[in-house]
C-alpha cells in the first residue's frame, strides 16, 4: 500500500449537538474547519433521513408541465391547477432527530446517515484514511459495527478509532492524566496511565453533569423573574456568567464595601439601620438632597418594574405592537438628543470607577431573540416596514456585554452598527444568580467522579501523578470560572497537607512516643518477614498507613519496591491504598502553547487536536508499522472484531 499523506487523512469526531470534521492536516495544527449539527430529518421513505427540513408549500400552476416554472432546487408534483412544492429550509430543527443523547448512539440508521452526509459533504478521494474519535461510553460491539460500516460503505483503505479520552491526552503531550470531559448532558471521567486508559472504575456518562445542567439551574432560578429557557441558554453563553469558588460570597451592596447613595444625599448616613450616620447629616443638619451619584427622574412603570423581563412577543402578538414600537422611537430619539449636548461625556467623566463582573451585584447581557423576529414575520410587513421594526426593537445596536459592566462600542461610520440578519438583540438585566450556574451540586457529583475513577487504579504509585495532571476540557466546561471552580472543590474534599500528619498522632499506639519536629521517633517501615522493606510489621506496631505515608513521601522506595527479597517482582500497588485515595496535591495540567491557532479558540475541544496529532504519527510517519489502523486487507482477514486490535 502506498503511504499516505497529510492532505488525503479524514478526522471525523462525533458528538451530541456538534460533529467536528476535517479533511488533511495542516502544517500547523488548527481547530476543526467543519463543523455539523449532529441531527437529520425523516425523509419521506421510511427509515431514511435528509440533512435539512423538507418544507411543503402550494403554488397556482403557471400552466406549463409538471416540474417546470418552479425554483431551483424545489421538487413539485402537479394535481389539477396546482403543484406541490417542496424546498428545504437549512435552518429550522423542526422533527429534527438527534442520534447521539448523553454520548450513546440511540438511532442508528439516523447516526449512519449523518456520517455519510458528512463524508459526501466533503467529498474526499478514493485514497482516504479515516480517523474517528469514539465517545468513552460506546462498547467494543458498537465499535465493530462503525468498522464495518466505514469499510463497506465507503470502501476506505484504512480506517482507525481512537478514544476521545485518549486524544486529549495526546493534546497535550502527556502520557499519564485524569481527563475531565464535560459535554453537553454528561461527563466523562477517565484516567489514562502509560497511554493506557483505566477501563476498570471509568466515570463514563455521568448524568446530570453537563452544560444542559448549568442551564436548567439558571432557568430555575430566573424563571420567576420572567426569563426563558432560551434566555438562560444565552446568559449561560455570556461573558457574565461566571462560576464562583466553593465559599465565595455573592456580590450585593453589604459586602461590597458599598454605600446607599440616595441615603448618603439626603441623611448623610452610609447605608439604612444603626451606626450609618458618620457625616454632617448626623449633627442635625438639614438634609441636602440628590447627589451627584443619585439617579432622579420619573418612576418607571410599575407594571413593567414588577413583571421582570419584558415579553415583547406578547406585545407583538396582542396588537399593541404600533404603541410600543412609538415608544421604543421616543427612547432612542431622546438618547441621541442627550449625545449631541454632552450629556453623556459629561456623566461618563463624572461616573466612579466600575467594578468587575464578580463584584456587581447586577449586570447585563445582550439576548438574541429570534421569537421575537418570528412574530414580525408573521404580520406579513413589507420589508422597509419590517428594517424599521427591527432597529427600533433592536436593544443591542452600539453596544455589546462586557465582564466589568462597561460597554464595548460597535459603531460603524453613521454612528449605528445595522443589526445583523435574522437577529434581533435586547439588553437583559439579571441578578447574582449568573454567578449560581454550578449551585445544584454539579461540582461535587464530578468531584466525586473524579476521586472514584483514580481510586480504581491499581497501580498506587500512579494515583499522585494522576491527581497533579487533571485536564478539564469539553464545551460544557466553557463557562468563566469553572474550572478553578472544580479544583477548588476537589481541594475542599479530598486534598490533605503534608504537613497536617499530625492529626493521627492521636492513632499511635500507647506505648509509641509521639513524633518530634525532628523526625526521630516518626514510625519507618521495618523488614518484612520476607526481608523487604516494603512488608510493614503490622502485628508489632499497629502504625496507621495514612500516617506513615503522608510523613514518609520522600521515601517512595520504602513504600514501592521494585522487587522484595526473593528477587521476585512485588505487587506493590496492593500497599498502602488509603494513601492513593488521599492526594496531597491536586493540580490543573499545564495546557500546550505551540499551538497559536488554540490558544485563541480555547482547548475545550482539544480532543480534536490530539486527533490530528495522533493521525499525523499513525498515518504518516509510522504507516501501519505500530498496528495504530487496521488497513482494507486486515479487515478482509480478520472481520470488524479485528478493529480491538488496532483501535487505540
Not at 53 to 73: I, M
Not at 447 to 474: C, F, N, P, Q, Y
Not at 516 to 535: D, K, M, R
Not at 590 to 604: L, R, T
Request: with cysteine.
Amino acid at each position: 500500500m502506498p503511504p499516505f499523506k497529510d492532505e488525503q487523512i479524514l478526522l471525523i469526531a462525533p458528538g451530541s449537538q456538534t460533529t467536528l470534521a476535517q479533511l488533511g492536516l495542516p502544517e500547523s495544527f488548527t481547530p476543526a474547519r467543519l463543523r455539523f449539527k449532529s441531527r437529520m430529518f425523516p425523509a419521506d421513505k421510511e427509515g431514511e433521513y435528509e440533512p435539512n427540513k423538507v418544507r411543503q408549500k402550494e403554488q397556482r400552476s403557471t400552466g406549463l408541465a409538471n416540474g417546470a416554472g418552479t425554483q431551483d432546487g424545489a421538487r413539485t408534483a402537479g394535481e389539477g391547477d396546482n403543484e406541490v412544492a417542496y424546498e428545504e429550509d437549512p435552518i429550522s430543527e423542526e422533527g429534527a432527530v438527534w442520534p447521539i443523547e448523553g454520548g450513546r448512539v440511540t438511532n442508528w440508521p439516523c447516526f449512519f446517515a449523518l456520517i455519510e452526509h458528512i463524508y459526501m459533504s466533503i467529498n474526499p478521494s478514493f485514497h482516504t484514511p479515516i480517523l474517528l474519535l469514539t465517545q468513552p461510553v460506546w462498547t467494543p460491539r458498537e465499535h465493530e459495527k462503525i468498522t464495518q460500516f466505514f469499510f463497506e460503505k465507503f470502501k476506505t483503505p484504512a480506517f482507525g478509532l481512537m478514544d476521545s479520552a485518549m486524544a486529549t491526552a495526546w493534546a497535550y503531550g502527556l502520557h499519564t492524566a485524569t481527563v475531565v470531559d464535560m459535554g453537553l448532558a454528561k461527563t466523562d471521567v477517565t484516567a489514562i496511565s502509560e497511554f493506557i486508559a483505566h477501563d476498570v472504575g471509568r466515570a463514563t456518562a455521568v448524568p446530570d453533569c453537563g452544560g444542559e445542567a448549568l442551564t436548567q439551574r439558571l432557568f430555575e432560578l430566573l424563571s420567576p423573574q420572567g426569563l426563558t429557557r432560551e434566555m438562560c441558554e444565552q446568559l449561560k453563553r455570556s461573558p457574565i456568567c461566571e462560576v464562583l469558588p466553593p465559599g465565595a460570597s455573592l456580590p450585593g451592596p453589604e459586602k461590597d464595601g458599598a454605600f446607599n447613595p440616595a441615603s448618603a444625599a439626603s441623611t448623610g448616613a452610609n447605608g439604612s439601620g444603626p451606626d450609618q450616620r458618620t457625616s454632617a447629616g448626623a449633627l442635625g443638619d438639614a438634609p441636602r438632597g440628590p447627589g451627584p451619584d443619585t439617579e432622579v427622574g420619573e418612576e418607571m412603570n410599575e407594571d413593567e418594574d414588577n413583571e421582570g423581563v419584558l415579553d415583547v412577543a406578547s406585545i407583538v402578538t396582542s396588537g399593541k405592537m404600533s404603541e410600543y414600537l412609538a415608544k421604543k422611537e421616543r427612547e432612542k430619539a431622546e438618547r441621541t438628543a442627550a449625545k449631541k449636548k454632552g450629556g453623556d461625556a459629561a456623566a461618563a467623566a463624572a461616573r466612579p470607577a466600575r467594578l468587575p463582573n464578580s463584584r456587581r451585584e447586577r449586570n447585563t447581557f445582550v439576548y438574541e431573540d429570534h421569537a421575537l423576529l418570528d412574530a414580525l414575520k408573521n404580520m406579513n410587513m413589507n420589508g422597509e416596514k419590517m428594517a424599521e421594526a427591527r432597529a427600533a426593537l433592536d436593544e443591542g445596536l452600539s453596544k455589546a456585554p462586557s465582564t466589568d459592566g462597561e460597554t464595548t462600542q460597535m459603531q460603524t461610520h453613521n454612528g449605528e452598527a445595522p443589526p445583523p440578519e435574522g437577529t434581533i438583540r435586547r439588553e437583559i438585566e439579571v441578578g447574582v444568580e449568573r454567578f449560581q450556574a454550578a449551585s445544584g451540586g454539579i461540582l461535587e457529583r464530578i468531584a466525586d467522579a473524579v476521586h472514584r475513577t483514580i481510586s480504581s487504579v491499581e497501580a498506587v504509585s500512579k494515583r499522585a501523578e494522576l491527581w497533579d495532571s487533571l485536564i478539564v476540557v469539553g464545551n460544557g466546561s466553557k463557562v468563566k470560572g469553572f474550572k478553578d471552580a472544580l479544583l477548588a472543590t476537589l481541594h475542599s474534599k479530598y486534598l490533605i497537607s503534608p504537613s497536617s500528619a499530625t492529626i493521627f498522632t492521636s492513632e499511635l499506639p500507647s506505648n509509641l512516643s509521639t513524633p518530634l519536629a525532628t523526625g526521630a521517633n516518626t514510625p519507618q517501615p521495618q523488614i518484612g518477614p520476607h526481608g523487604g522493606s516494603g512488608g510493614l510489621q503490622q502485628s508489632s506496631s499497629h502504625v496507621n498507613p495514612l500516617l506513615l505515608a503522608a510523613t514518609t513521601a520522600h521515601q517512595a522506595s520504602h513504600l514501592h519496591p521494585s522487587s522484595s527479597g526473593l528477587g521476585q517482582p512485588s505487587h506493590s500497588h496492593n500497599l498502602h491504598s488509603s494513601h492513593g485515595q488521599t492526594p496531597t496535591s491536586i493540580k490543573l495540567a499545564k495546557i500546550p502553547e505551540y499551538f497559536p491557532e488554540w490558544k485563541d479558540h480555547g482547548y475545550e475541544e482539544a480532543a480534536f487536536l490530539g486527533a490530528q496529532v495522533a493521525a499525523k504519527v499513525l498515518f504518516v510517519v509510522d504507516q501501519g508499522m505500530g498496528k495504530g489502523y487496521m488497513t482494507r486487507s486486515d479487515y478482509n482477514e480478520q472481520g470488524p472484531s479485528g478493529i480491538h486490535d488496532y483501535s487505540m
